[in-house]
């Protein structure tokens, strides 16, 4: 004997629990409760925050106002004038430090021009003649002073200068010739190589 079973009737099914209303509810305020514990933490939190800020604030203030005391203390009239002389001395050795560095640079550029010139001077010899001083600039501008014991030796000496390679650049001129006693035959001379006043530019 043979008898069916519908498995699919309802009493068969498995049925769906769902929350109750009083569940649903009871839940709602947990949640409730734990925002309101985390928004009170925050808010907590952030007002120690807030003090802590306005701690370092005021601390910060206080120390500006120490630093602008002490300045206020050491900024005399003492202090001032030695701020002041400081400044200048610096200038003063910028200056110099400039003035050094340019007069470096001079030798550099004229360390063989000097020693060809002063080289070429002191081969020349006329007997009668002698010279009493020699200056030299940068710009290989020569001024040339000395005596002689007679008038005829000064072309002879310009003609001996013409020649020399270190001296023949810019040809001499006869600056001055003037006795040095009416009852003397010595005649002191000057020989340029340039015109007008010796420059140290």
């Known amino acids: 004997m043979h008898q069916q079973i ?3 009737q309802p009493v068969f099914r498995k049925q769906q629990k769902v929350f109750s209303a009083t569940t649903l509810a009871q839940i709602a305020v947990v949640v409730l409760v734990l925002l309101i514990a985390i928004l009170g933490h925050v808010r907590w939190t952030l007002a120690g925050m807030g003090r ?3 701690a370092l604030q005021q601390q910060h203030d ?3 106002q120490q630093i602008r005391s002490l300045e206020a203390a050491y900024q005399t009239p003492d202090t001032e004038a030695l701020d002041s002389e400081i400044e200048q001395l610096m200038t003063d ?3 110099r430090n400039s003035l ?3 007069f470096d640079q001079l030798v550099i550029q004229h360390r063989s021009g000097f020693a ?3 080289r070429a001077l002191a081969e020349q010899h006329v007997p009668g003649l002698w010279l009493e001083g020699v200056t030299v600039n940068g710009n290989g501008q020569i001024e040339i002073r000395g005596i002689s014991l007679d008038a005829k030796l000064v072309p002879v000496y310009l003609q001996q200068l013409q020649k020399q ?3 023949s650049a810019t040809p001499f001129e006869t600056v001055s010739m003037n006795r040095t006693a009416v009852d003397k035959p010595q005649i002191q001379f ?3 190589n340039h015109k007008g006043e010796l420059s140290w530019q």
Do not use: K, T, W
């Open 52 to 54: 802590s800020a306005e």
């Open 190 to 192: 000057v020989l340029r």
């Open 116 to 118: 060809g010139q002063f």
């Open 62 to 64: 206080h120390i500006r």
């Open 100 to 102: 050094l560095v340019q």
């Open 93 to 95: 050795i910028y200056q």
């Open 165 to 167: 390679q270190d001296l």
């Open 6 to 8: 519908n498995l699919f």
